[in-house]
Each structure stands twice: as C-alpha cells, then as structure tokens.
C-alpha cells in the first residue's frame, strides 16, 4: 500500500485476502471504492463494511451533493492519508465483528493508525510522483474516419434499399445526408458508384477560411492528457516511558486522464499517548484534512461526458472552431455532444472537503486484571460544492448563468464506556467486557442558488438576479448496550460469546430494539500431546463461530408518516403526504455460520486457511410497488431472504529463505454463492413476486436483474440473443415463451423481433472465484513485489456497447473498431454482429444476452522494485535509512473480453465511466 500511488486505502486491499472484493465504479481522481465482503447481504440496505479507525465507528462512502449536478462522487475516505496506517484487519465472521452489532451484517474494517515509540525521535521523509500517459486497456476504440464514413454511408443507403428503391436513389440520398450533416464542419462527401459498399472520397471544403482536406480534429488529445500524480510525507515519532507521539503531514495531488479532473489533499494528524501515573493514561488522536475536487459527468450524458462523446459522439469531422470564420463553434454537434474544447471556460465545479476528526480515551486501571475504559469521538466533515455556469454555456443560456454553493456539514459523535476484566488462574485465562455505547449521527445542509448573473467575472450567489435558497438536516440515533466473555485453558481450547442490544431512531418504537450475540470457539490442535511427535506441523488450529448482526433502513424515518412541503399554494406554504409506510418495518438480521482450519508447515515456512462460512440474511428491505390508487408506486417493506455461502482458501509460504535472499509467495481465493431463498407473500399469492431492479450506478439503468426465488442476488434478466442470422444479417432472439416463434433457430423457437421473445434469466453476474496472486522477492537491498488480482467466471454486462456496436440509425454518432471488424455485410457472412440497418432500430437498447460477455481476468495490479541504499553512505549523510523505488499499477490486463476494461464495479457492469489507467510512480523515503 505505501508505495502505491492511491489517494485512498481501499484499492490496496484488492486481491490482498478472501472473501473481500474490492471494485470501483470510476476511474475519476477522488471516486468512491467499494469493498464487499463475503457476497451480497442485502437488496435495499446498505451493503457496505463498517469502517473503524483507532476503535471508533467512523463516517464512510459519498458525501457531499455534487454527485446531484456531476454524477461524480467524492470519497470522505480520502481524508486518511494511507501513509499514517499502521494496520488494517477485516473481521468477517459474526463472532470477530458481533460486538459492533447493528452496523457489522456486512464485516468490519478495522483500521489502526501509527503510534510512537520510546526511544530517540525518528524523522521519515518521502516523496514520490508518478505518471499515467493511457489507459490500462483497450476502451471502445473508434474505427477510423473512413470506416465511420462508410458506416454513415451504408446506414443511410439501407434505409432506402430495404424500402425497395433503386441503388441510385440510395446512393444520393446518402450523400445527400451527409453533406448536410458535415459540410458545416468543412468536409463533403462523393463516391465512385452507387453501391452500398463504396468507399466514400473524403473532400475539403473550398467556401471557408481554411481547407481540411485531409485533416481531422484529434479529440483524444484535446479532451485527455498524461495525468501527473504526486505525494510528499513527513512524520515525526518518538517518546519516553510515560509519552509517546506521532505527528505527521502530508500533501497529494491526483490527476485523472480526464483534463477538467483533479483532486488534492492535504492531511496532518497527531497520535499521543500519556501515562498520569501508576493507574490512568490518556490516548489523543487527532486527524485533519482538507481536499479538493473537481470531476465531471461519467454517467451516460451525451453533453458532458468526455469519455462517451470521444468514444461515441465525437466525429474527427467536429472541429472546435468554425472553418468559415475561425470562432468557436458554439452550436450543438449532430450526434448531440458539445465543444468541450470551448465551453470548459464557460463552467467550473469544486468539493472542498474539510474532516476533523478527534478520539480521546481515558483508561483508569482499578486492579492489575481490572479497567474501565471510556471513549468520547467527534469526527465533523464539511463538504462545500460549488459548480457555476456561464451565460454562454448550454446549461446557462436559458438562466443567463447560473451558479449553486452547497454546504454540507456531517456530525458524529460516539461515547462508549467499558468494563474490562482479565484474570490468569494458573492455565486458565477468563476476560470479560461489559459496557455501554452510544451514538448521533447529524446532517446539515444548505444550498443557495442564482441565475441572471451580470458579469461572467462574477461566479457569486450574491450578485445574482435571480435568488433561491434550502435548507435542512437529517439524522439517526443509535443506544447499545454490550458484553462479551472469553475462556481458554492452556492457551489450547477456547470459547467465547457476546451480546449486544441496539436501539435505533431509524425504526418504530415496537420494532427499534434488536438483539445481536454470538458464541465461538477454538481448538489449537498442535498443543495436544498426540501431536508432539508431528515436528513438520507447527500450527494447526480449527475455530468455529455462529452470531446474529442486523443491517439498519438506509431511510432515517422509513417507519413514519411523511408530510413534504415542497409546493405551495398561492404563495403559501402547503404541504402533503410523501410518502406510504409499513409502522412493522424492522431490523435486517444476518445469521452467520463459520469454520475455518488454520495451519502451519516446517516452522511456519508454509501457512494457510481453509474457510467455510454460510450467512442467512433475512427481513430483507426493498421498494415494492403497490397501487397508483394510493397516490404512489412503492412503499419500503421486509421482503424476503439471501443466502451468501462459500469456501475462503489462503495460502502462502517462504519459496526460499536465506540470510541474503528470500523469496515468498502467497494465493487467495474465494468461492461464493449467493442466491435469493425467500420472497415473501404480500398477502394475495403464496409467494412473494419477482422483483426486477437495476444497476443504480450512474442513474443510466444499464443493466436489468431480477430477484426471484432459488436464483442468484445477480441474475441479469433480458432478452436470449440467438446472435447474428448468416443468410440476411438480422438479429434473432430466442422466444422463450414455449412456442416456436417465427422460425427455429438451432433447434429453438426463434424471431427477428425482440416483441415476440419474453424476457428471461440471461446470466449471474457473480463470479465462480475471486482473488489474489501476490509474490515478493528480496535480494540484499534489492526488493520486487508483485500483486495480481483475478475472477474467474460471471458475467459481465456492457451497458456502453450498445452505444459503440449501434446497428441501427439512432442519431449521428461512431462506432468501434470492434463493431466494423465484426458486422455483417454482404461480403462477410460470418460476421458475428448484424448488419448496418437505416430503419432507425432499437434493437441495441434492449437488455439481451448481445450485451453479455465474460468477466474474467487477471491483472498484475502492482509491481514494486525497490533498492535499499547501503547504511555505510548514507550514515555519512544523517540517514538511518534510505530507499529509493518503483512502482506501477495496472501494467498488464488478461481477458477473453478485450473491448474494454473487464474490472468493472460491484454489480458487475460497466457504463461510460471514466476508465483506469497505468500509473508509473518513482519515489524515495529516506528516515533520520
């Protein structure tokens, strides 16, 4: 992780250990990872692990409003400089992760930062910066200028050759299309022939103050650029045997290949602990950082989303100036997508995120075995979004500007006091915990908004014409008690059980209070007499562990009776019922079974895990839709069950191991299945009724599944695609309605028209195995390591290749490479993708099996080659130690799917996000 070049620590975990997937649904500078551990838990509720720093719940995921405006998300995460961790541990099973309760269904992060030590003061330097000059793979590469010219060509001649008019006609209809499209940008268009294969003669225009003939606008380089990322860190560490500190400070900087996508930050963060005598000693941490950031739209938006448009919308043909005058070219291209050459001086957006967070823990020793701990945490953050317009721009013209400053201000305070008794009695060892916990969670936001602004150097609310203001907060409560009992005898068996009783503001006062335990215990077989003459086996340990935890309503006040008023009447304030609501509405409760073997061989040279685990997640929440006659379509209710089962293995050993040379090695894979058990009854059938939802990234519902009963928590649901017909080029859908359709096709009952076909189970977007490949060898000062991550298995739904492989005349746009290599024409029958069409079809926006392809990969994540300076020169110089390194990230990518990136998000599809790039970074550390 500390070599890296991450703005955030979550990336580091990918492939790192089973059961957690690491996905990302942006390559932006700032955007938000997800982590999932141990499958799928739950359909409407949060599924994200609880993060806690230093022993303390702490705020994680998106914040702030700009993802409202940009659909670009900014991680609060961020605010951790990675180089301040000292440790990261993921408590997946119940009973490691039973004592945080309500927020631990989906795991526990547990994050530790630095501390001093007693002895001199230590000073660490480092610095790094690195570069990202492409992407890490392919991404809908364009086809050429002729190739989109004939594509153009060939859509508009089908359109009047399938109306069964003459090649002529075709021919000057074509033409005459685009020349109407394209002489405005300075090209026109003839052929040779007639046909509809000609190759279309590409000429200037001779009317303007320029000639580009044979000149074409290069938009990959105008819209994209090589990324420069750099950090600088330095820390301060030290203390005696009554204090010990550590201080750091650290600045990073982080481009996308994006040019309008920046983010940094600037951290400091100060860790003392003080003895007062014999029987107290204060813990402070303090942490405090300031980012900033600016994104852009990656969700499928046709005017503001740079990736898309240079993949999809963006003719070589658009230039960015008039030919005929040499100003910019205001007016919206054809194919929808604007000149972001000219209007990214018409607008601007920024984050800046402020987080404070500070823990102070007072521990009072009563006996040598007994202590009462107390922890008060406060971690503020404040979000302020700013995003302006120009009068000049497309979002401004109609407002004459408009500019919107946003602040979001988020408060948690945490309290928690503990009883802490440990006691040996000769080879029996007892500990037990009792305490109390409590927790607010507060929310302020206000926006101020104006429109007709005077002057375009003028980016303020306050000088705006037009004036409108909001403001409000939210928030929830959470009360618990807790416990937990330890016993193990000669450190050889061991058992254990908790309980914890939360209470919650985000439920009714009937259903608010859940009961959460768990019990557990261990076996280190290896301490057993029977094994003594068994010297190759060094550690064999077998645990078992079986707890309850809950998941909350994301929903503060889904339980409640709502009234809004966000309209008025006649200038008065008027409100009405938002919203209906189930007064029963309760807990999510996970179930969670674990066994695990943990071994060592010769010495602990080799080391490994075996893990089965099995969770029950039950009372699952979900939209459902009820009757319009209520006034609205859904209300929040507990529907139903998933089941999350597999099989962790862990495995890694010295290969070699010599005073001067070793090399390690490890393996991690996970196997899980997660499939939906129940569906309940809504009181009209015996069952409860499918549920079709959609992939929520980016607001473009790229992706269809459907919930049904014994089937996986992914299963993509959409039209068969039977491929591509040979003998005309046409789609064929396999009906699926137990019919034969309008024809068989491969024995099944098929048609040319996706009408007649019915939707049905297409694929399961989760993975048969996930995981990681890491591998490291030293060699005197030198050091290299490799990590590589996989998945194996699954689906993979393109929601952006039915943009790039369009058979249809949709509007003006390109197309890939890959769609021109693969379509069928009349001289490439085996062509695997259909052919051209001109009758405007839709067959490409449908959710079908055409969409679906192979998820898996492998990717050597990270390289590091690192050198250590010898002590003999740099001791000369002050050092203690010196290091100078390489590193680079996303380096190799291996799939069957090339089109473009197969790591995709954690709903396994991917849209018109901002893709990953390769990252070359070069540092140096150096300590004192």
Excluded: C
């Excluded at 594509?151 to 209809?173: E, P």
């Excluded at 109609?398 to 309290?415: D, H, L, P």
Aim: proline letters at 3%.
């Amino acid at each position: 992780m500390k070599d890296a070049a991450l703005t955030s620590f979550e990336n580091a975990l990918n492939g790192r250990m089973p059961g957690v997937q690491v996905t990302a649904s942006s390559g932006q500078a700032g955007a938000v990872a997800n982590i999932r551990i141990r499958g799928i838990g739950s359909m409407n509720a949060s599924n994200e692990p609880l993060y806690v720093i230093d022993g303390v719940p702490v705020v994680s995921g998106n914040a702030g409003q700009m993802s409202d405006y940009t659909s670009s998300s900014n991680n609060i995460m961020s605010s951790i400089n990675p180089a301040d961790i000292e440790s990261i541990t993921v408590l997946k099973d119940a009973a490691a992760s039973s004592l945080y309760g309500s927020r631990a269904a989906n795991g526990v992060v547990l994050i530790n930062t630095k501390r001093g030590k007693s002895g001199k003061p230590v000073i660490n330097v480092k610095s790094s910066v690195g570069f990202t000059p492409s992407w890490a793979t392919d991404n809908y590469e364009v086809a050429g200028v002729q190739e989109q010219t004939n594509m153009l060509y060939r859509t508009f001649h089908d359109n009047k050759t399938s109306a069964k008019q003459t090649d002529a006609v075709a021919n000057a209809y074509a033409l005459s299309q685009l020349n109407t499209k394209f002489n405005k940008h300075g090209y026109k268009f003839s052929t040779n022939g007639t046909g509809l294969g000609e190759n279309v003669i590409i000429s200037g225009m001779t009317d303007g103050l320029v000639n580009r003939e044979g000149t074409y606008f290069d938009w990959e380089d105008a819209l994209f650029r090589t990324a420069v990322y750099q950090t600088n860190d330095v820390s301060v560490s030290g203390g005696d045997a009554n204090t010990t500190y550590y201080s750091s400070l650290s600045y990073t900087k982080d481009q996308s290949r994006v040019k309008i996508n920046d983010f940094d930050r600037i951290t400091g963060r100060v860790n003392l602990n003080q003895k007062v005598g014999k029987y107290i000693e204060f813990l402070t941490n303090v942490n405090f950082a300031r980012s900033g950031q600016s994104g852009f739209n990656d969700t499928r938006n046709t005017g503001s989303n740079y990736f898309f448009q240079s993949r999809n919308l963006l003719w070589p043909f658009y230039w960015p100036t008039d030919y005929k005058t040499g100003q910019p070219f205001t007016t919206r291209y054809g194919s929808l997508a604007q000149n972001a050459v000219y209007y990214d001086n018409e607008w601007e957006n920024k984050s800046i995120t402020k987080r404070i967070t500070a823990n102070e823990t007072l521990t009072v020793k009563i006996l040598p075995e007994l202590n009462v701990k107390s922890i008060f945490s406060y971690d503020n953050s404040q979000i302020s979004d700013h995003i302006y317009y120009s009068a000049l721009h497309f979002n401004g013209a109609v407002t004459k500007g408009a500019v919107n400053e946003m602040t979001t201000n988020i408060n948690k305070w945490v309290s928690s006091t503990t009883l802490n008794y440990n006691k040996q009695f000769g080879q029996h060892n007892v500990s037990f915990l009792a305490g109390f916990e409590a927790e607010r969670n507060k929310t302020d936001f206000q926006r101020s908004s104006g429109t007709d602004l005077p002057s375009s150097a003028l980016h303020t609310v306050a000088t705006a014409g037009v004036l409108t203001a909001s403001a409000y907060d939210w928030g929830n409560s959470i009360l618990s008690v807790l416990s937990r009992a330890e016993y193990n005898y000669n450190q050889k068996y061991f058992v254990s059980g908790s309980y914890r009783r939360d209470g919650s503001s985000r439920l009714s006062p009937n259903t608010r209070w859940g009961d959460f335990w768990s019990v557990a215990g261990a076996w280190k077989i290896n301490s057993e007499d029977f094994m003594k003459d068994l010297s190759s086996i060094s550690n064999l340990r077998l645990r078992a562990s079986y707890g309850v935890n809950g998941t909350l309503p994301t929903a503060n006040f889904g339980w409640r009776s709502l009234t809004s008023y966000g309209s008025k009447y006649m200038n008065q304030a008027g409100g009405g019922i938002s919203n209906i609501v189930d007064p029963n509405l309760s807990w999510e409760t996970s179930y969670s079974t674990n066994l695990a073997l943990e071994f060592g061989l010769f010495n602990n040279r080799i080391t490994g895990t075996v893990e089965y685990f099995n969770r029950d997640s039950k009372n699952l929440l979900q939209d459902v839709p009820i009757s319009m006659v209520t006034g609205f379509g859904s209300t929040l209710r507990n529907v139903g069950e998933i089941n999350n089962r597999g099989l962790e293995l862990d495995l890694g050993g010295d290969i070699i191991r010599k005073d001067d040379f070793r090399w390690s090695a490890s393996v991690n894979a996970s196997f899980i299945k997660s499939k939906v058990t129940k569906l309940y009854s809504n009181g009209t059938s015996p069952q409860g009724q499918d549920i079709i939802w959609y992939d929520p990234t980016g607001g473009d519902a790229r992706a269809q599944f459907i919930y049904r009963e014994g089937q996986s928590t992914l299963s993509l649901y959409g039209y068969e695609w039977a491929g591509t017909d040979p003998g005309n080029g046409k789609n064929v859908y396999y009906v699926n309605n137990g019919t034969n359709g309008d024809f068989l096709y491969n024995g099944r009952g098929a048609s040319y028209s996706f009408n007649k076909a019915a939707f049905t189970i297409i694929g399961d977007a989760m993975p048969d195995v996930y995981g990681g490949l890491n591998t490291d060898v030293a060699y005197k000062g030198f050091t290299l390591a490799l990590n590589f991550n996989y998945k194996i298995g699954g689906k993979l739904y393109d929601g952006a290749f039915k943009d790039v492989a369009d058979d249809g005349y949709y509007w003006e746009r390109i197309r890939a490479q890959y769609y021109y290599d693969n379509m069928w024409t009349p001289t490439n029958t085996t062509g695997t993708l259909p052919k051209l069409d001109g009758n405007d079809l839709t067959d490409p926006m449908q959710y079908s099996t055409r969409q679906m392809h192979d998820a898996s990969f492998l990717r050597l994540k990270n390289i590091t080659l690192g050198y250590n300076l010898p002590k003999k020169f740099i001791n000369k110089a002050g050092a203690s130690n010196a290091r100078v390194y390489f590193n680079g990230s996303n380096l190799l990518t291996f799939s069957k799917y090339k089109i473009a990136d197969p790591e995709v998000n954690q709903y396994g599809t991917r849209g018109w996000e901002t893709p990953f790039g390769k990252t070359y970074t070069f540092g140096i550390e150096l300590s004192f």
